[in-house]
């Protein structure tokens, strides 16, 4: 069959007329089912694709949950509504000492007497952490803590021996220092420029106080046994805190870094003195403490994590001054702590993390061993 050149035009003809028909019908109804304003989600949050950034600026990137989790971490995940956080947190400490009583002859004989004393202490630690946010850039927080401690002193000169030992045990638990404080996302995170958080905390000394706490000697032969009469479970003193955290997303990696400074108000204590049925009140004048922590994190998946950390502080030394006298310092009481810690976080729930971590001391005044355990709840 031959088609004609008029057939073909009448052709082109009404297939232009059925579209033109057809294209305003088509444009209405996308019109219709296309949403007005910034898109949701299906779990509720913004889309960063049409979030109403301004023209040219690169949408945000939307954290997944694993993200999200690092940031209340570092308190940098800021939400509006109510966060309980109930945590333990286990640590072990050893240390040894060596005392030497005597000279050494010909430089290299020592004639005297010598002893070797052994301290190991355990800290089972509860707490209890609740944060509000009362905006998308400002919370509040209070944390309870409480303590169960015990530790083992032996030492050697039971009978006179230098290899027979004397031990004994020593355990308290007590409410801990109640922490309070506020955050406040100064910058959020853009582009190249990270968040930054700042932070004022307040400590209340509901512990049993480090002050007064007699210095008792092994009953028996063997004086070479010193222990406390008790064991502190905070810090005896007011103490207030001013602090900066700064974390940026370098995709997989997630890297934090804070500098915080411990100020603690002196005080007076009604007994400050280490010998038994002495009651000597005084001054306390607490050395000040100085901490940076930094680390990196990096998300496995959408709901696990993987943390390396370190925190290190340096505390001044502390001076007593008993009622009437003068101010001295006591010795060995400022220390340089610093912990190695690996951790783990898994988004069990979108409202439900658990945090995993282990710790380890670089330095002699550091613990040996730290294990924790978290479980942010969000409400």
């Known amino acids: 069959m031959k088609i004609g050149f008029s057939d073909v035009g009448k052709a082109l003809l009404i297939g232009a007329t059925c579209v033109a028909l057809t294209l305003p019908t088509a444009y209405a109804a996308s019109a219709e089912s296309a949403p007005s304003g910034p898109q949701v989600a299906q779990n509720g949050s913004p889309e960063s694709q049409v979030s109403g950034q301004p023209p040219g600026q690169a949408p945000a990137a939307t954290k997944s949950a694993a993200e999200q989790a690092v940031y209340q971490q570092q308190n940098a995940l800021f939400r509006r509504g109510l966060t309980v956080t109930p945590s333990y947190t286990y640590t072990y400490s050893d240390k040894n000492t060596l005392q030497l009583n005597g000279f050494l002859a010909f430089g290299a004989i020592f004639l005297g007497n010598f002893n070797v004393s052994r301290a190991q202490t355990t800290i089972h630690q509860a707490n209890l952490n609740a944060v509000y946010g009362l905006t998308n850039r400002f919370e509040l927080s209070f944390n309870v803590p409480f303590l169960y401690r015990y530790s083992t002193f032996q030492a050697t000169g039971q009978q006179g021996s230098s290899q027979l030992l004397s031990q004994t045990t020593v355990t308290k638990s007590n409410i801990g220092d109640v922490n309070f404080g506020v955050f406040y996302q100064a910058v959020e995170e853009h582009g190249a420029i ?5 932070n004022a905390q307040g400590k209340a000394p509901t512990g049993t106080s480090p002050y007064g706490i007699k210095q008792l000697v092994g009953a ?18 007011w103490t207030a805190e001013a602090g900066i955290t700064v974390i940026k997303t370098f995709a997989p990696a997630i890297v934090f870094g804070s500098l915080n400074y411990y100020y603690s108000f002196s005080g007076h204590e009604p007994d400050i003195g280490t010998s038994p049925n ?3 009140p005084g001054t306390v004048h607490p050395g000040h403490t100085i901490e940076v922590a930094f680390g990196t994190a990096f998300a496995l998946s959408d ?3 993987l943390t390396f950390s370190y925190t290190g502080d340096y505390t001044s030394q502390t001076s007593l001054q008993p009622d009437g006298g003068a101010s001295s310092a006591v010795i060995g009481s400022d220390t340089t702590t610093g912990i190695f ?18 710790g380890i001391g670089v330095t002699q005044d550091s613990p040996g061993f730290q294990l924790g355990v978290s479980v942010p709840v969000k409400f």
């Open 341 to 358: 810690s690996a951790g783990t976080t898994v988004v069990v729930t979108p409202n439900v993390n658990v945090t995993t971590s282990v």
């Open 278 to 280: 002495v009651i000597q």
């Open 303 to 305: 709901r696990m994590s």
């Open 220 to 237: 028996g032969s063997n004086n070479n046994l010193q222990y406390p009469s008790s064991l502190p479970t905070g810090t005896g003193v």
């Open 194 to 198: 990270p968040a930054i958080i700042i």
